[in-house]
Nanobody, 123 residues
Framework: QVQLVESGGGLAQPGGSLRLSCAAS????????MSWARQAPGQGLEWVSG????????DYADSVKGRFTISRDNVQNTLYLQMNNLQPEDTALYYC????????????????RGQGTQVTVSS
């Protein structure tokens, strides 16, 4: 069955960096668009970034543009999110979403995701 396992979260200081990974199994990652989304405490799911199956198209939410970089390795069946210049407002549980390039609001909840990885940005 489809399994998505996010990892790489943790505690970072403002201005710091983290690299998230999403290991996919049970399906061929290279056939699907993928996204990263996040959920802060008490908030809904927020789309962060998306990438086409062949990496030919990439997009970011305005809040992370210029700081985050999405990438994928279809051979290793892994999706990545490099996060630089982290800010306290980036604190959230981060998920990878299968089969979507971008989504908004509750629609993001319709897509398969893993258990998430917690990112906390604090001094």
């Amino acid at each position: 069955q489809v399994q998505l396992v996010e990892s790489g979260g943790g505690l970072a200081q403002p201005g710091g960096s983290l690299r998230l990974s999403c290991a996919a199994s049970g399906f061929t990652l290279g056939m699907w668009s993928m996204s990263w989304a996040r959920q802060a405490p008490g908030q809904g799911l927020e789309w962060v970034s998306g990438i086409y199956s062949d990496s030919t198209k990439i997009d970011y939410a305005d809040s992370v543009k210029g700081r985050f970089t999405i990438s994928r390795d279809n051979v290793q069946n892994t999706l990545y999110l490099q996060m630089n210049n982290l800010q306290p407002e980036d604190t959230a549980l981060y998920y990878c979403l299968k089969g979507v390039f971008s989504c908004e609001g509750p629609v993001c909840d319709d897509f398969e995701r893993g258990q998430g990885t917690q990112v906390t940005v604090s001094s």
